[in-house]
Nanobody, 122 residues
């Protein structure tokens, strides 16, 4: 059974930082591309950041580029999202997703975590 478990969310003031983690089990982690998505109240889930399998390429949404950094540790079956200079508009539930393959794409995510809440106060 595949499980993705996110952690690291919380309440932070604008300008602050958080580091999200997503631990995967039940799959061969190094064979999957990994990504972070978020969903704010009343809005659709949107792409935040993605990383390919060998960690040689990353992609970011316009809102995350320059402030967020995605990384992975295949030895720990974990993908991270370092978020700096957080803004109130970053408030959302953040999900990690996994798709079998080499090259990152936001399409075709096969597995999702349950999400972790990030709240940024002004």
């Amino acid at each position: 059974q595949v499980q993705l478990v996110e952690s690291g969310g919380g309440l932070v003031q604008a300008g602050g930082s958080l580091r999200l983690s997503c631990v995967a089990s039940g799959l061969t982690f190094r064979q999957y591309v990994m990504g972070w998505f978020r969903q704010a109240p009343g809005k659709e889930r949107e792409f935040v950041a993605g990383i390919n399998r060998p960690s040689t390429r990353t992609e970011y949404s316009d809102s995350g580029r320059g402030r967020f950094t995605i990384s992975r540790d295949n030895a720990k079956n974990t993908v991270y999202l370092q978020m700096n200079d957080l803004k109130p508009e970053d408030t959302a539930v953040y999900f990690c997703g996994a798709r079998y393959g080499v090259t990152w794409s936001a399409e075709g995510i096969q597995y999702w975590g349950q999400g972790t809440q990030v709240t940024v106060s002004s």
